[in-house]
């Protein structure tokens, strides 16, 4: 037990140390060097990048974990599922259709994930939820959802601020999506860190866990809405990034253990980490063009998800 929280704390502190690390080198790398003539341009376009990929980042790593622990599955992400392609599409309506409401995104985009999420549930639903079923299930919807996004794009002109939502361009977020961002996910992180002790009663049998007094249906429903809200404000944001959610928790289980009250905030450094990195290179590699940290992740993530797919047993926590 002592060498365990020893290697948790390790990974905290490394994992720490590294996500600083980062944000230094993110701030200080770019076309613009940081002098008193650049420094007004770098305040208001490099850092309020840092920032958003950070909690976004956070954001969809909890996000990956609620839905991991909902459905007893590792592979659960909210890319794959099409849950951010799903909220995605609604924010590409509402910002094309009636852009006064930009605000209001986030509201829409969670209309959205919530729409995928019940497609998910319901078309995976066959004498009980599968594990693999509902992956093959949850990469159809995205890739329904996906086409209906390209239409709507076709359709408005192929405007690069939708494209934004697809694509993850955050050389076209400023500190009002930041501000934005952080209002709506603040809350919603908080409160998937409220209930990671009842995460971690979610992985016993339900017949466990309602001998306990506890309504399991009503437990994830309320586990599965914090994680499909912070997967849309995310996603109207940072655009449909795939497979983050699904590699920080994976990483987290490695190094601190499938304990969700320390699993949760690890997952969160660990998501900010990735994010920030996948953003900081796609901008350097091939500077003065960019790629998308949404490219960047898939990059990684696609080889990663097949590694887990060929070892997963098809049961949660093994």
Request: net charge positive; hydrophobic share 55%.
């Amino acid at each position: 037990m002592e060498r365990r929280k020893k290697k948790a704390i390790g990974a905290f502190a490394v994992t720490g140390l590294l996500l600083i690390a980062t944000i230094l080198f993110s701030i200080n790398t770019g076309s613009l060097s940081i002098s008193g003539a650049n420094i007004d341009i770098i305040m208001d376009l490099r850092i309020p990048r840092i920032l958003i990929s950070i909690v976004g980042g956070a954001g969809i790593a909890v996000s990956g974990v609620l839905l991991q622990a909902v459905m007893k599955n590792p592979l659960a992400d909210p890319g794959i599922l099409g849950i951010s392609a799903g909220s995605s599409l609604s924010a590409i309506l509402i910002t094309g259709l009636v852009p006064s409401m930009y605000f209001l995104t986030p509201i829409f985009s969670f209309i959205g994930g919530v729409v995928a999420c019940f497609l998910v549930y319901t078309l995976s639903w066959k004498d009980g939820l599968s594990a693999f079923r509902i992956i093959l299930v949850g990469i159809t919807i995205n890739t329904v959802f996906v086409a209906l996004i390209d239409c709507a794009e076709s359709l408005m002109g192929g405007n690069n601020a939708l494209a934004s939502f697809t694509e993850s361009r955050l050389s076209m977020k400023g500190w009002d999506d930041f501000y934005m961002l952080l209002t709506y996910s603040v809350v919603f992180v908080v409160l998937g860190v409220l209930l990671a002790s009842r995460c971690d009663l979610l992985a016993l049998e339900d017949r466990t866990v309602g001998s306990l007094g506890i309504n399991v249906t009503a437990l994830r429903i309320k586990v599965s809405a914090v994680a499909v809200f912070l997967a849309a404000i995310c996603t109207s944001v940072l655009g449909t990034v795939s497979f983050l959610g699904l590699l920080a928790p994976y990483i987290g289980r490695m190094l601190v253990g499938s304990g969700h009250k320390t699993l949760i905030p690890y997952s969160m450094i660990a998501g900010a980490l990735l994010m920030l990195l996948a953003d900081t290179t796609g901008r350097t590699i091939a500077a003065p063009n960019e790629i998308s940290a949404a490219v960047i992740m898939a990059v990684i993530g696609g080889p990663c998800f097949i590694v887990l797919l060929r070892r997963a047993s098809g049961s949660y926590g093994r």
